[in-house]
């Protein structure tokens, strides 16, 4: 049976925000390119990376129609925007950038689906329409298929903005009422300020796996928050992984970092 590792890197590791521009690729290319040399598997032939942008589009690496951008021999990013990526075998990996949004593992023998679940990722804006667990699912046998979720940020510390996820405060505005509601919670030590109105990202997708059919024995996850972990200091200073919220509360000096999520299927 095939087994999932997982690493993340942050703040010590650099900043892996993608550039814009192609003619500035190379610092991020020269980071993955370290990460490789000291941490991957030899075998581990390439990264693949999609385009991140709050879709379900998922990008599958071995598909002849995916249009792919080629960073370098071992980094090709997907060229649309999807926040999913579908890869096969045991010699590529999925990285994603990623500021706050945990990430969902699914595996099953020798595919692996690596999703950026962001709340509009995980729930549209039209709530007729799929979000990208059930879009995902599609590639797996809901009987068979092991979820993990980590890395992001935990109810604790996201300031969700409500002028476009009204259904937060409404969750009966959503496609799931019942579980939104049960996923909502309060921030405790958020950059942003504690009594918010939060979402539990992590329950959230995790609801919706058993909504969809995976069995409950099949779901792992790591809930420890990226924003608040080891950043119990007034600056912030000691604070493990980049936070797109810790950024905007003006406590990153400044840096709207990223970090990245590798993930990987060995025997």
């Known amino acids: ?54 879709t379900t ?17 071992r980094l090709i990013r997907a060229q649309e925007p999807a926040d999913g990526a579908l890869v096969r075998g045991y010699e590529t990996a999925v990285a994603i950038f990623n500021g706050d949004c945990p990430l969902l593992c699914l595996h099953q023998d020798e595919r692996l689906a690596v999703l950026h679940i962001g709340y509009r990722c995980l729930m549209r804006a039209d709530p007729n329409e799929e979000g ?39 969750p009966a505005r959503s496609r799931h009422p019942e579980l939104l509601k049960q996923c909502q919670e309060w921030t405790t030590c958020s950059p942003a300020g504690s009594g918010h109105i939060s979402i539990d990202l992590y329950a959230l997708a995790r609801g919706l796996l058993l ?20 950043s119990q200091s007034e600056d912030n200073s000691r604070a493990l992984y980049w936070s797109h919220t810790r950024f905007k509360a003006g406590k990153q000096n400044g840096v709207d970092g990223r970090n990245c999520s590798i993930a990987w299927l060995e025997l």
Not at 7 to 26: A, H, L
Not at 213 to 229: P, R
């Open 132 to 170: 990208i667990v059930e879009v995902a699912l599609r590639h797996f046998n809901p009987e068979s298929v092991h979820a993990f979720i980590f890395g992001g940020i935990g109810p604790c510390c996201w300031l969700p903005e409500y002028d476009d996820k009204p259904e937060i405060l409404d």
């Open 1 to 54: 049976m095939s087994k999932l590792r997982h690493r993340i890197f942050g703040r010590q590791d650099g900043n892996f925000r993608p550039p814009t521009e192609p003619r500035t690729r190379e610092p991020l290319i020269r980071l993955i390119e370290r990460i490789e040399e000291q941490h991957l598997p030899l075998r581990i032939a390439e990264i693949f990376a999609p385009r991140v942008n709050f």
């Open 211 to 230: 909504l969809l059919g995976i069995s409950e024995d099949h779901i792992l996850l790591d809930s420890q928050c990226t924003c608040c972990a080891a």
């Open 57 to 73: 589009r998922i990008a599958d690496a071995t598909d002849p129609k995916e249009t792919l951008d080629v960073w370098s021999a």
